[in-house]
């Protein structure tokens, strides 16, 4: 019984210097968050890659505007921009895009299509990843029906009277 209790003494004092924090010691500096490397090559950083046009009227402004950022450290060249269909119709910057500048890809949905849509704009860069979709959806409501005015033939009954 001896032996135990000089045993557990023993544990107990070493557990307790051990886990002693001495005045004026260095204390183990906290872990650092790991930063990214930069980026190496071009590289596009859009605001969004998914355009809503939400729910829009016939025949309403076809235009939205998807803004990037070449975030590389290399110039950035867009070589192609083509949509799902020939209702989405993207215009692309066709000089290099500079790192740190800022640039943006027009695209025009046809919206005298009535109903909902979902497309898609394929770019083409040299980019690491040299391909990369953005999407556009919404909804186009139909077109609103105007007044009709009676006609003389509608203002008579079949028997040739009002």
Wanted: glycine content about 8%; proline content about 8%; hydrophobic content about 35%.
């Amino acid at each position: 019984m001896k032996k135990l209790l000089s045993v557990l003494a023993a544990l107990a004092l070493v557990a307790t210097v051990s886990f002693a924090q001495v005045e004026g010691q260095a204390q183990p500096e906290p872990v650092k968050e790991v930063m990214e490397a930069p980026i190496s090559g071009p590289s596009m950083n859009f605001d969004t890659e998914v355009m809503d046009y939400g729910t829009i009227e016939h025949e309403s402004d076809p235009y939205r505007y998807f803004k990037f950022t070449n975030t590389g450290d290399e110039p950035l060249v867009i070589s192609n921009a083509r949509g799902s269909c020939g209702c989405t119709v993207p215009t692309y910057p066709t000089d290099p895009i500079m790192p740190g500048e800022d640039a943006e890809i027009k695209v025009r949905y046809a919206t005298n299509r009535v109903g909902k849509f979902t497309k898609f704009i394929t770019l083409t860069t040299n980019e690491a990843e040299p391909t990369r979709k953005l999407q556009i959806k919404g909804e186009v409501l139909p077109k609103a029906e105007q007044e009709s005015v009676p006609t003389e033939n509608n203002m008579f009954n079949g028997n040739g009277g009002f």
